[in-house]
């Protein structure tokens, strides 16, 4: 156990049995139907690794479940994406000036006789640091924040529950190491596969399964993630009511 995870079933659980394979399969086969149908198959994976995560909710085992319910799957990964999309809508918002300015400089530089002291350049400079000064730090939160509040939507399946920033920022500070280690386990694990398909790339047999391993990765990486921060979530929760619960008088 690492903080309450179970690494070994959360990281084997898609390869468990012939059928858990079969469904991780169809998983990579439709994270490949994006190349002919943009965002959709994003929705339906999203959604899948959801239900996934619904059960680690409910106190079940993670595993694998025959793909069936897709308008369930859409719906879902709709609804987390929304979520995702307003917390990063701001990023957006900081972004504007500097793709602005990344316009106006090259045709400012081109008509001056002196580009090095130009003041446009030094406006640019400025705003350059100043938006990533602002953008990186808001994007680590929102990395870290942003699957809890999806979680906290996937648990009420309610949209709004994803912006009652008190409700589920209680239960985040309830289980803060449970949450860093699993943002710890996906990043690890995002590395570890993206190292494995590089060794496989510089082969020359291997490299044939890249087509199939690239897309089952996606669907891998998803469940991972949803999966361990569901784990954390739950434990949260009982340790957010652990705590509101009041201590026997004697």
Not at 16 to 41: C, E, M, N, T, W
Not at 55 to 62: A, D, G, I, R, Y
Not at 68 to 83: P, T
Not at 124 to 134: D, E, P, Q, S
């Amino acid at each position: 156990m690492f903080f309450g995870i179970d690494l070994k079933e959360l990281l084997y659980f898609p390869f468990k049995d012939a059928a858990a394979r079969k469904h991780l399969l169809i998983g990579a086969l439709v994270s490949i139907s994006a190349f002919i149908i943009p965002i959709v198959p994003f929705f339906l994976l999203t959604g899948y690794a959801v239900q996934i995560a619904k059960q680690v909710l409910n106190n079940e085992t993670p595993r694998m479940i025959a793909w069936e319910d897709w308008s369930g799957y859409f719906r879902d990964g709709l609804r987390v994406f929304g979520v995702r999309l307003v917390y990063i809508l701001p990023i957006f918002v900081l972004i504007a000036p500097l793709f602005i300015s990344s316009f106006i400089l090259p045709i400012r530089m081109a008509n001056s006789s002196s580009p090095e002291s130009d003041p446009m350049f030094f406006v640019f400079i400025g705003v350059l640091t100043l938006t990533l000064c602002l953008i990186i730090p808001f994007s680590i939160a929102v990395g870290i924040l942003g699957p809890v509040a999806e979680l906290h939507v996937v648990d009420k399946g309610e949209f709004q529950a994803g912006f009652r920033f008190r409700e589920w920022w209680a239960i985040f500070r309830a289980n803060l190491s449970g949450f860093i280690a699993a943002f710890a386990i996906y990043y690890l694990a995002s590395m570890a596969v993206a190292i494995l398909i590089q060794i496989l790339g510089l082969t020359i047999i291997l490299a044939c399964l890249l087509p199939i391993l690239l897309p089952a990765s996606t669907i891998y990486l998803l469940l991972i993630m949803y999966v361990s921060v569901a784990q954390a979530y739950r434990d949260g929760k009982v340790k957010l009511a652990q705590k509101e619960t009041p201590a026997p008088v004697l």
